[in-house]
């Protein structure tokens, strides 16, 4: 090695000790800080497939605004969906200050290099779905995100804190949802209960693969990206999930659920994992579709941008003149 080289490595290395000195110590990382490639490329890939998450997430919603029971509901669902916009913005914003610009996100959704939740698949075909969706998806993707409010990059950090609080009315809004079709009569009994089987699972799914089979766990907890394992916050979710299904009649459809005295928690079956990867290959029921519509949206919004960027010019040669 060059004696260049040689210095070169050694400062690189004496910067990311102190790099993970200031994780070490909870210091919040900035944009404008040094940061090994590897961490900024980890994090563009996290915040941008979960930006990818709640902008595709808004698919299987939107589905129902047109059909909701009532205009209180429509309304609610309406605030919803767009809410879960908001993040999608919240959260490329936050990528994008890591260097990377808006269209390359969006492209690497269309051509599928990037990912979105496997949850986001699975069709809506029931107005209980809504009340799934709100009470399962968004309860798992709050306790993923209250986790996420202490991760390690500020930009990222702060936008899960209003994220967070949109989502717990998003999860209150879906229990309602069930708990009223669970006091209507048999048939609305049973619709609450078969929204509940179909999404519970792809649910624990969300948290990803057990902690031995996920590859960016552990470099991500050594940075402090993530703050709480993939098991443990499925764990977690499981646990909360049982006592609330209980409350208002709802059985989770998991034979081997039971608590576990030793353990302080619930035990649970096993996830189906062929078809966790199936699906994140691509392959679930709604993967071409959800990725075709949002091309299409894309698309007709291009005069949008046009517009926004004749726009900016003006204001730019304005200001020069
Ligand atoms: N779906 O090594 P790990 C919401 C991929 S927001 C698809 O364990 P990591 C709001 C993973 O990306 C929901 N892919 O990965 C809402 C990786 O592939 P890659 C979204 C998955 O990153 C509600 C590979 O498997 N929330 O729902 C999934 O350490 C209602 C290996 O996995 C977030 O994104 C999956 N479920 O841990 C909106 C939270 N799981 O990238 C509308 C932030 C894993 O190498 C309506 N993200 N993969 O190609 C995270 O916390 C993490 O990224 C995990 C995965 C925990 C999701």
Redesign the pocket.
């Known amino acids: 090695m060059s004696t260049m080289n040689l210095n070169r490595s050694q400062d690189e290395a004496e910067l990311e000790a102190e790099f993970q000195r200031r994780i070490d110590n909870e210091e919040k990382i900035e944009p404008k800080d040094w940061m090994p490639e590897a961490y900024r490329k980890n994090l563009i890939?996290?915040i941008s497939?979960?930006a990818h998450?709640?902008v595709i997430?808004?698919q299987p919603?939107g589905n129902w605004i047109t059909r909701a029971p009532s205009l209180h509901r429509k309304a609610v669902l309406l605030a919803k969906v767009q809410d879960?916009a908001g993040?999608g913005l919240y959260l490329y914003s936050a990528a994008e200050t890591l260097g990377i610009s808006r269209e390359e996100l969006i492209d690497a959704l269309h051509t599928g290099a990037a990912?979105?939740?496997?949850?986001f698949n699975y069709p809506s075909l029931s107005w209980a779905d809504m009340g799934a969706?709100g009470w399962l998806?968004?309860g798992a993707?709050i306790v993923?995100?209250v986790s996420?409010q202490r991760t390690s990059y500020g930009p990222y950090a702060r936008g899960m804190v209003r994220i967070c609080k949109e989502?717990s009315f998003?999860q209150r809004q879906g229990y309602h949802i069930l708990m009223t079709l669970m006091e209507g009569d048999e048939r609305q009994r049973k619709m609450a209960q078969d929204a509940v089987n179909r999404f519970w699972w792809p649910s624990l799914?969300?948290?990803?693969?057990h902690d031995s089979d996920?590859?960016?766990?552990g470099q991500?907890m050594t940075w402090k990206i993530?703050r709480q394992s993939?098991d443990e916050l499925r764990q977690k979710f499981v646990d909360q999930s049982v006592e609330q299904a209980e409350a208002i009649g709802l059985t989770l459809p998991d034979p081997d659920l039971r608590w576990n005295e030793e353990r302080g928690h619930y035990d649970f079956g096993e996830i189906d994992w062929d078809e966790f990867y199936s699906v994140?290959a691509g392959n679930g029921h709604c993967n071409r579709d959800r990725v075709a519509h949002h091309r299409r949206a894309h698309d007709e919004g291009a005069w949008v941008r046009e517009a926004l960027d004749a726009y900016e010019n003006k204001r730019a040669a304005a200001r020069t003149a």
């Open positions: 890939r996290q497939q979960h998450s709640e997430g808004m919603e879960e993040h990912k979105y939740a496997s949850i969706i998806v968004d993707a993923n995100q996420l989502e998003h799914m969300m948290f990803g693969p996920s590859e960016h766990s991500s993530k993939n994140i």
